[in-house]
T-cell receptor
Framework: AQSVTQLGSHVSVSEGALVLLRCNYS??????LFWYVQYPNQGLQLLLK??????LVKGINGFEAEFKKSETSFHLTKPSAHMSDAAEYFC???????????FGPGTRLSVLP | ETGVTQSPTHLIKTRGQQVTLRCSSQ?????VSWYQQALGQGPQFIFQ???????GRGNFPPRFSGLQFPNYSSELNVNALELDDSALYLC??????????????FGPGTRLTVT
């Protein structure tokens, strides 16, 4: 069965600092990978996706993620945090030829002034 | 382009009651998935509908059921509500496998509270 782990349920960074949110997946074959962001009392918004093209994927709001097959990782980064980045971030995997997404438990990002 | 919409926004029910949640998919999308997100957790897959039929199901009991209509909108029905059913229910729409898109687009969710 697919699973997704996100190291760190809560990450705090200072405004302007590097953001690094970790995601590891378990899969016998490289799946499709996604990062979603959820603001309070809202649904999930797609940040970026990996679908077997370039391993470095750029998304919205300055975020990017790198797929590393050898490490089964898909960590999310942003060079400079902004106050508006404070939210819950979810990594998700979709099995090739599968219907559903499997989500990680989420990482809450706080941005300190 | 119309996004995914869900109704109602909030709902309070009593244990043992039944509830119906509704979802309208994004324009052009023919597949709808439902997820349950308990407080402080990631979304858990309930089931998916394509061509008005269930097309995959997660680890949820049969009292969770659904429908998809010819216009691709969908309903989630939960019978015999339990306290643990209190959660945010998310609907996501997408294109079917092999139709060139891999992501799902989520609605704002329905917050269900069972007392």
């Amino acid at each position: 069965a697919q699973s997704v782990t996100q190291l760190g349920s809560h990450v705090s960074v200072s405004e302007g600092a590097l953001v690094l949110l970790r995601c590891n997946y378990s899969s016998s074959v490289p799946p499709y990978l996604f990062w979603y962001v959820q603001y309070p009392n809202q649904g999930l918004q797609l940040l970026l996706k990996y679908t077997s093209a370039a391993t470095l994927v750029k998304g919205i709001n300055g975020f990017e993620a790198e797929f590393k097959k050898s490490e089964t990782s898909f960590h999310l980064t942003k060079p400079s945090a902004h106050m508006s980045d404070a939210a819950e971030y979810f990594c998700a995997v979709r099995v090739r030829n599968g219907q559903n997404f499997v989500f990680g438990p989420g990482t809450r990002l706080s941005v300190l002034p | 382009e119309t996004g995914v919409t869900q109704s109602p926004t909030h709902l309070i029910k009593t244990r043992g009651q039944q509830v119906t949640l509704r979802c309208s998919s994004q324009s052009g999308h023919n597949t709808v998935s439902w997820y349950q997100q308990a407080l402080g957790q990631g979304p858990q897959f309930i089931f998916q509908y394509y061509r008005e039929e269930e097309n995959g199901r997660g680890n949820f009991p049969p009292r969770f059921s659904g429908l998809q209509f010819p216009n691709y909108s969908s309903e989630l029905n939960v019978n015999a509500l339990e306290l643990d059913d209190s959660a945010l229910y998310l609907c996501a729409s997408s294109l079917a496998q092999g139709q060139g898109s891999y992501e799902q687009y989520f609605g704002p969710g329905t917050r269900l509270t069972v007392t």
